[in-house]
């Protein structure tokens, strides 16, 4: 006859965080001691780097001049009228916001009062009446109403010696 052994494990009373604890130190030790070991090495690196990119000072003094007149080419050419412009823009933006809001306003006033003068003379004015008809009525171009005219050289008196 065999028999089967089970073992439970009884839950235990600590948490999982406290578990975690003792290797968050360690490795928070770690990374702090090891800060001045990755300096030291950074540094001694540089060091290393500049001492080979020495002679770029004596290329920087032999272009002084060329880099001096470009300097100077530059700040008359772009800089100087650059900063005029924005001068003059930021003196000039509250005139044109004004000036912008003068016309909006005024454009939509406009409108307003000529859609409404539109709808008052469409709808308020407007009579069944067939005696109130426009006096000239042209058709094909040709006026019926109108009398026809004289020629200009009979209208101008004309005083000859």
Do not use: H, W
């Amino acid at each position: 006859m065999s028999t089967t052994v089970t073992t439970t494990r009884s839950p235990s009373s600590e948490p999982p965080i406290n578990q975690l604890l003792p290797l968050i130190s360690q490795s928070a030790s770690f990374l702090l001691s090891s800060i001045p070991v990755i300096t030291s090495t950074l540094f001694s690196v540089f060091s290393t780097l500049v001492s080979f990119v020495s002679p770029i000072p004596i290329i920087l003094y032999a272009l002084a001049p060329v880099i001096v007149f470009f300097q100077i080419a530059v700040g008359l050419l772009v800089v100087a009228p650059y900063k005029l412009a924005i001068y003059f823009f930021d003196s000039v933006y509250p005139i044109y916001v004004f000036f912008g809001v003068a016309c909006i306003t005024g454009s939509v006033i406009g409108f307003g009062g000529r859609s409404l003068a539109v709808f008052l003379t469409a709808f308020l004015l407007r009579s069944n009446n067939p005696a109130v008809t426009p006096a000239v009525v042209v058709e094909n171009g040709q006026v019926d109403d109108e009398k026809p005219r004289q020629p200009i050289s009979s209208r101008l008196p004309i005083d000859s010696p």
